[in-house]
């Protein structure tokens, strides 16, 4: 199977502890490196995480609070110390673009490469990346300011090829590329070989959804329904409910409750608050209601 | 003997690696905390630390270069979200403040304290910072933009009683104050006691002299005589002499030579660029010139 990993680089949220960096995470598609978020200290965490910088290409932040975006300064500079050529794109609600460009240009005098702010809207779920294997859009979410979450789909793949049957069948190599994209083949006495007979189906696409930071939002089931890994946000532990609430944020019974009704393959929850100690409780508490639920933690890298 | 004592929370250069953070130091002085520049992740570091944030008041910054200055937005943040109600003192070369407010206008609505911005010109030793204990003194050194270095200069501390002998001359509370600081004691009959029989003298005041980013500078030498720690960059080994040259940096041979002609008690090299697997060399090559060398690393906490 193609590669589709996600590497968690900081899983904290806004006050710093001595175990988790703010917000960063790498999306790995066959070897295209995308980034979510992008929190201070997130490209000590990718070097830490030997990932390569040449293979980032796109940035998406969810929002403009600082643990979210303050380590793009470094990053930046980082990358035009190394005299990068390939332009870098970062996808932002609005506003980003403004705020850096001032610091950019005092900071980096002669730039090496160009940084392209793209702005989306947050309103309405748009898709705002497209390649030939992927797709990534995003969900809007509910915070104290604009914020989307990114939901990262994977293309469907073509059939795969078996080898024996088009030796049997003496297909020719011109064909194939139909044929792995479902085309009969059609023999030179004009015989009609079923695809079925010729490929096995690839697997189904995959789907990665990164939902941070947000109030409690079952409205986002509908869009992250079946997803084979769902990143929720769970800041806070049940006892402290209603400050979730206050501050816009989740508890992880409730992120549970999300990837319950979704009925996500897995559920990854992080942005821990600094209040707690370990993140034992916030895993009761999420397990009870959906069972198949990990801690975030930094470095760590899972497939999707 | 009062506490004087240096952490180094980071002690690398501009690119980030899996060992080093970029450059950030605390001088503990009698647990007041000054912060000598702030690189990207200072706040992570000075956690792990377990320092108090509510003793930092002054934060000194040598030249604005990212990797000594990035960290200031994450810094100031939390501060704000820990509700910090006490000025922050910020001292810089020219052109900070007008970079950093309108970050941090955007990303603190409300600010719980003042952060205030104080230039200091580069091309003169000046005390920038003096209260009962300490003074700190510019160095200005030679980088690829302005940039100066600091020396902080314990004040003498007043001389000890000597118990027995105050007790001896039914010496009254209110007298010790003016023996403490040298004056004899005149007994009630008019008998003149010398003030070296009732004390002794105190330790005599210990200095730190940070010198970071510059290329290799003798003229600092006068200013950091006999210095009880100095801390100069080591960016580059001897055989890159050229490159430090030419990037305005130090090789750690440089800084011994520095050491050694400034006479100074010991000396720690930092700064370390990138391209070394590990500092081995660099260590080997400055104690060569100067045997009291040790390398730093990151929370590595000395006594001055």
Redesign the interface.
Known sequence: MEKFELHVLGCGS?????RH??TSQIVNMRDKLFMIDCG??T??Q???SRLKFSRLNHIFISH????HC??L??LI??LN??GRTAELHIHSPR?LDK?MM??LE??NHHMSYKVLFHEFGTKEATIIYEDRSLTVTTIPLRHRMPCCGFLFTEKQTPNHIIREMIDFYQVPIYELNRIKNGADYITPEGKIIANSLLTRPSSPPRSYAYCSDTIYLPSIVEQIKGVNLLFHEATFATEDAPRAKETYHTTAAQAAQIAKDADVKKLLIGHFSARYEDEDSLLKEASAIFSNTQLAKETLCISV
């Open positions: 806004a006050l710093p502890t001595t960096f703010p201070e200290g490209q000590l990718f070097r830490k403009l609070h600082g643990d303050f380590g300064l470094g500079s980082t110390l190394l506003g705020l001032p610091m005092f900071f």
